[in-house]
Each structure stands twice: as C-alpha cells, then as structure tokens.
C-alpha cells in the first residue's frame, strides 16, 4: 500500500505566548514546577519557524517569549555563580505560567457555566434579539465629538481635491443649516453630515458651530452606544430657531 | 403563605426585566423575618414551578436577586420558535480576560496584558460593550490609567448570586487537582 502524505492543516491557534508554552509543557507531559523551561525552548522556536509569514505587530508577544527562552536557555549551558537571585527570568515566567494556566482553569469554569445559563431565558433577552429594540441613549462629551472628528478631517486631507474652493464659510449660516437639517430630519447623524462635507475648511466650521451650538445648549449630542453613531437632536431646553 | 402572596410575587417576577432585591417585596409585602421570606420563596419555588412539569418557568437566583427563566429543558424548542440564531458566545480571549478582571479586580489594561502574556485591549472593548465588565476608577500611578471590574450583568450573565460564589482560588486548585490525578490506587 502506498502511502499518500497527508495533508496537514495548520489548526493550532494559540491566544499568546503562554498558551502556546503551556500546550507544549503539556503535550510533554511535564509538571509545570519541575520543568526546565530551556528544554521547550526548541520546540517553541520551531513552532514560530513552522508559522507561515510572521507578522511582527501581532506576534510581537510570541517574540518576547522566545527571546526569553533562548535567554534562559542560555543561562542553564552557562556555569552560575552560587547565590542567584530570587528574580532569575526562569523563576518569573514559571510564575507567570503557573498564574497563566489558573486563569485558563477560571476560564473554563465561566465557560461551563456560560453553557448553563445560555439555556435559561430570561425576558431580557427578547428584547436584545429582535431588530426594535429601545436602545438607551447616553450623552457624549465634546472628548468623543473630538475624536470623529479628528478621524474624519484625517480621511479627507488623504483624499485629493481637483480644484481650489474659494467658498468661504461663517458660523451663522452653519448654524442656520442644522437648524434647518434638524427641523427637517429630526437629528443629524454626525459622522454621516461630516463626511458629505466638501472640505477641511467646511468641515471646521461646522465642528465649531456644533460645539457652539451644544455649549449654548441648542443641541444634545446622544450616542446609542458604546462606540456607537453619535446623533444630534434640538434641545427641547433651549430654542433652535433663533 | 396565602395564594395571594404567591400570586402577587409571581406578577411582580414577570413584570420585572432585571433581577429583583428580595428587600423591595419583603417591605412590600411587609415581611420583615428574613427566614421567613426565605421559607415563603422555597414554596414558591417548588409548588409553583419546580414540581409543576406543566409550567415552563422557573425561580432564578442571581444577579442579588431572583427573576422568572424559562426552564433549561426548553432551550432547544424556544430557539426553534424564536428561529434565534446560535447565540453568541464569548471568545476564549474574552473568557480570559473576564477571569483575570473577575479575580483580581479592580485591574488595569496592562495588569490584564501581563497576566495573559498578550495584549488584551480588543477583549476589553468587547466586554466593555457587553457589560460585562466596566471601569470603576483609575489607578493613582502615572497615566492614571483605567481600573476595570466586574458589573451586575457579569453576575446575572453567569448566573452567580453574588462575587463570593466564585469559588476562591485555592478552591479551584483542589477541585481541578483531584479532577487531574488519578487515584494512585489503581
């Protein structure tokens, strides 16, 4: 019988570098207390070769680890002085494993219960699973206003612009605008009104005119969400016409 | 306890969304005895729901409360009829990083990072947007950087009472270390 070779698909995903060390102490069958963290270290190392296309950013951790390894590695070749300190790099990523593979325990332990409690409903849930539901709204700081904005004037300096507007803009006729915008639509979509924006100059004097607008309590800026759209709506307080 | 007592708290239980204080129906229902409210629930719980296989509810504790569930059996045919999706579950990033906020709260960013060996801010934001965790201060060292901890949610989402029903963590090492080890006489 001929043997095809097997096709292996490349499975293993560990989360971190201390998942991946943990699996290989276990696939060895070792107790975590009595290993020689420099006998993993190959193993370790020819797991980061065998992955295919490193990419530094996401990797960075799996990176640190084996530097470490090859560092204790090289220590345990090395003759030692007698009095070695308490904080040997071996005796710290044995406690970081040994902190490590609790939480992994804990982990598990949630899961389990996550398991039995994902089969009781409660009314709660229908609500969060059908499209109309009520979301509660929250009022943003001008802080998070300030970040879209930012995001959105740094889109539009990339892109590029075909002619040189001469249209200059004044903070009463924005403010005429939304006014207008918010009678007619009810709210404004703030990311969605910025981006249609021609340019930066624009975009700024909107921005401007809003913040103004929210200070003099003209507007509410509301947001659905945690990261969620932020939304403007007239403050019934204050009065949107003049 | 009367009928009307049951039926009352059974009225209450389904009208509310979140887990009820057992303290706003005792002063409601002006029981002061706590043992005796105790006794009053356990009927209730029993005659009304658990010895009943007609009734598809049950009493559930958590969360510092109770509220009214639906029984597990009926999972599957509630999915059906719902044509709910496979309901989402956390990740095991996310499973990790609860566990670390869970037992060592209130934890920083870079306390969480360092004991998972792996950033950690994605399951952060992701659990932040669940609710299952929140920031509940920030740590006088320099950046000030946020301090995150549980919230009642993680309580009523995993089914505890209470924080102190987490088992402790020499608890869990004995529990997984006699499942771990085979009996040595064998």
Known sequence: MIETPVYQVQTDF????????????????????????????????????????IN??????????????????????LPKPESLAEESPEKQLLYTLIEYEKIQKISKMLQDMEYTERLLWRRLELNENFANREYTLKEVSAFQLAEIFFAIVRKKENEQFLYV?????????????????????????????????????????SFFTLLEMIKRHLLIALQESLFGTISLYANEAGELSN | MTSEQAAL????????????EPGRIMEFLQISDETEFEKILQTLEKEHFLDRPERGLQLKRSGGGFQLVTKPELHDSLKDFFTVKQATKLTLASLETLSIVAYRQPATLAEISDMRGVNATGPVKNLLQKKLIRISGRKKV????ALYATTQEFLVYFGLNDLSQLPSLEELTELFEEKEQPSLFK
């Not at chain 1, 102490?25 to 980061?48: F, G, H, M, P, Q």
């Open chain 1, 56 to 77: 530094p950013s996401r990797e960075s951790d799996f990176l640190t680890t084996a530097a470490t390894l090859i560092y204790i590695k090289s220590r345990s070749v």
């Open chain 2, 9 to 20: 708290i059974e009225a209450i239980l389904f009208v509310s969304k979140d887990p009820l």
């Open chain 1, 14 to 53: 560990f989360e971190g570098p201390l998942d991946l060390l943990l699996h290989l102490i276990r696939k060895n069958k070792l107790n975590i207390n009595d290993i020689r963290l420099a006998v993993i270290t190959s193993e370790y190392l020819s797991y980061l070769e065998n992955k295919q296309g």
């Open chain 1, 165 to 205: 507007s001469s249209k200059s803009y004044s903070i009463a006729a924005k403010q005429a605008e939304i006014a207008g915008l918010i009678k007619e639509n009810g709210f404004i979509d703030f990311s969605a009104y910025m981006k249609k924006l021609d340019s930066i100059e624009e975009i700024l004097v």
């Open chain 2, 142 to 145: 320099p950046g000030l950087p």
